[in-house]
Each structure stands twice: as C-alpha cells, then as structure tokens.
C-alpha cells in the first residue's frame, strides 16, 4: 500500500495570506514547507482511492482513470473544494463513499459530476480497488468519517477532522492496529479545549488510545508550526506530514 499526501494544512494553509508569524515567513522562503489542504492518495494493487478533493488543482494532479474510488471525509469546503472544478468532467461514473450528510456542501449532491455519492455504514467494511475501507465516526462539526483501510498486510488508519476520538471509534482503530496513523493535530496546546480538532495534547491522547506504530500529524496550521520552532516537542513516534511526502507501508 502507497499513501501519498497531497496536502497537509488546515483550511487556511501555510503560509497563511497576509501573515507574517515566523511559520509562514519560513514557508513563503522555502516551497518544502508550504501546506495546502488536507488530501490524500491511497495505491492498492488494483487501484487508487482519493481521500478528499480539497485541493484546487485537482484536474491538474489526476486523470480520471487514476482514481478507482473517492472517499470523503466529510463536506467542509477545504475537503471538497477542488471537486466543483470536475462537474463538467466527461469521464466515467466514480464511485464515492461519504458520511451520511444528507447537505453536502452547497450544490455538490444537486451537480455532483462523475462522482456517484454513497452512504456506507459505519464500522462496516467493505472491498474497492483490491483494498479493505471500513469507515469510523469521528467528532467534528459535521458528520465526519476516518478511514480505516487494509490490504491484507499493511493498516492504514485516517482520522481527520476530529476533536478526540469517540469511544466506540477508538476501541475500533486501537483493535485494527494500524502500521501508520495519519491524524488530525491543527493546533498547539491550548488554555480551553479546541472544539472540533486536536490539538497538540489532545492528538497524544489519541495516539495513547490508538497505539500505531507510528503516526504522521495532518491538517497542520500555521500556529502550530509556530510554537513547534519553540518548542520542538512531539508524542512519541510521531511527526508533521509534509505536502508530497509518499508512505510505502
Ligand atoms: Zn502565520
Ligand atoms: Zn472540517
Ligand atoms: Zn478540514
């Protein structure tokens, strides 16, 4: 299995337009460090899902005949963004699994272009491009799901947006045991709880519930970037993502 991650940032990016904290100063220097939105690729032996199409140049990065499937996480416009773009797209029907969010994200569900919305249940998995999905809630402000995805030798676990982990999702990943965690951590520690994603403390939390091999944070702001050239502190076995960075598992 080979994960690519497209991008790593929150919904602002980095840098952030307009900001000149030392995060986006550094990131406006040097192209390595930028972040777009959160997205992701996955490579099975028999084809490839896309995990959220929030990136702008979608068209640009992928032709029609690389995607086998779309999995999306849920419909904040940072995650489907770049999806408006392919509704004039004359490719063939793609199949995408979604949450059950029966508003979508403006007109997307109305015009959804190639793509053909499904509702899988949760913790039920299912088989697409030679790879096992099992979707998992999470906690966010819209229905949301991570993904649990399996190639009959490497488990990749992806939850992101979430603040915490529901009970009954963090039993289910814990018991899957995944080689890699890729994992919502947008912000430094802060005084009073984010609401609707990790921060800092609160993604070691997860990691401690989760027990991956290893853990990759995503959906990274510039805040927190910030404090992390002050205080280069990190769960154990961890790291920040990069835009491009691919995973063979
Ligand atoms: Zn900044
Ligand atoms: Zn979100
Ligand atoms: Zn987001």
Same mark, same amino acid.
């Given at each position: 299995m080979k994960i690519t991650l497209l991008g790593t940032g929150s919904a602002a990016g980095v840098p952030v337009w307009g900001c000149d904290c030392p995060a986006c100063v550094a990131a406006g220097l040097d192209k390595r460090r930028r972040r777009r939105v959160t997205c992701a690729t996955v490579e099975g032996s028999r084809g490839r899902l896309l995990i959220d199409g929030g990136v702008p140049d979608l068209a640009e990065r992928l032709a029609p005949r690389d995607i086998s499937a779309l999995l999306v996480t849920h419909f904040h416009i940072d995650h489907v963004l770049g999806l408006f773009a392919l509704r004039w797209s004359k490719a063939s029907p793609i199949p995408a699994f979604a949450p059950p @969010?029966?508003?979508?994200?403006? @007109?997307l569900f109305k015009h959804p272009g190639p793509f053909e919305f499904r509702r899988p249940p949760a913790f039920e998995r299912f088989e697409i491009a030679g790879l096992g999905v099992t979707p998992v809630p999470l906690t966010h402000s819209k229905p949301t799901f991570g993904y649990c995805i399996d190639d009959g030798r490497a488990r990749l676990a992806y939850l992101t947006d979430t603040k915490g982990l529901p009970a009954d999702t963090a039993k289910f990943v814990a018991g899957f045991k995944p080689d890699l965690l890729v994992l919502d951590c947008s912000y430094p520690p802060r005084e009073a709880p984010p609401r609707n994603h990790n921060d800092l403390p609160l993604a070691a939390e997860c990691i401690a519930q989760v027990r991956p091999q290893r853990t990759l944070l995503v959906h990274i702001s510039h805040e927190l970037e910030a404090w992390l050239m002050e205080h280069p502190a990190m769960p154990p076995n961890s790291g920040l993502a990069s835009d491009g960075e691919t995973i063979d598992l």
């Open positions: @969010d029966l508003e979508g994200c403006a @007109d």
